[in-house]
T-cell receptor, first 112, second 115 residues
């Protein structure tokens, strides 16, 4: 199953767009890519999911190139409340059973 | 509606003792997952249930770890003869189905400290 790596940390200012990239070179054909947000002492919370190309919802966009070996979460106009750890998750079946690999996590700090 | 709940929220135990962690998934969710998050680390997938069945237990860290789910609802993760390296936050999640395209809804976790 895909190994996933992310930048350890990023800083941004309020109102800026933030892009966080996850590398998953060994992604399999039937794997999906999901991004989660985690605040201290809480469980992760779903942000967005995709399989290929671009997906957009009310809070983020997800860009997945044709080879699917990476994905980029885009957060438009971040605010202080977006300070959190962001994880990509690659999940799918291998020989009929499912496995889920979380990325190493990116600690985003939004500055005023 | 109610989210995923886990109990206890915190557990302190002595090395060598057994512990049992409980997860109550969202009603109607057939899939249930256990993850471990060590201090300052990412999330490590342990096991998933499809209904009451766990098709693959290879993600459990050692044979001291076991998990079961009954009635397609509550799940327990049991750690026997706890070791200090078992100290971590144990997270449970559930989803409507087991496919990887399903959003997983996480509980707040159980913080386990082994002295």
């Amino acid at each position: 199953l895909a190994k996933t790596t992310q930048p350890i940390s990023m800083d941004s200012y309020e109102g800026q767009e933030v892009n966080i990239t996850c590398s998953h070179n060994n992604i399999a054909t039937n794997d999906y890519i999901t991004w989660y947000q985690q605040f201290p002492s809480q469980g992760p919370r779903f942000i967005i999911q995709g399989y290929k190309t671009k997906v957009t919802n009310e809070v983020a966009s997800l860009f997945i190139p044709a080879d699917r070996k990476s994905s980029t979460l885009s957060l438009p106009r971040v605010s202080l409340s977006d300070t959190a750890v962001y994880y990509c998750l690659v999940g799918g079946t291998t020989s009929g059973t499912y496995k889920y690999i979380f990325g190493t996590g990116t600690r985003l700090k939004v500055l005023a | 509606g109610a989210g995923v709940s886990q109990s206890p929220s915190n557990k302190v135990t002595e090395k060598g003792k057994d512990v049992e962690l409980r997860c109550d998934p969202i009603s109607g969710h057939t899939a249930l997952y256990w993850y471990r998050q060590s201090l300052g680390q990412g999330l490590e997938f342990l096991i998933y249930f499809q209904g009451n069945s766990a098709p693959d237990k290879s993600g459990l860290p050692s044979d001291r770890f076991s998990a079961e789910r009954t009635g397609g609802s509550v799940s327990t993760l049991t750690i026997q003869r706890t070791q200090q390296e078992d100290s971590a936050v144990y997270l449970c999640a559930s989803s409507p189905g087991v496919g990887a395209y399903n959003e997983q809804f996480f509980g707040p976790g159980t913080r386990l400290t082994v002295l």
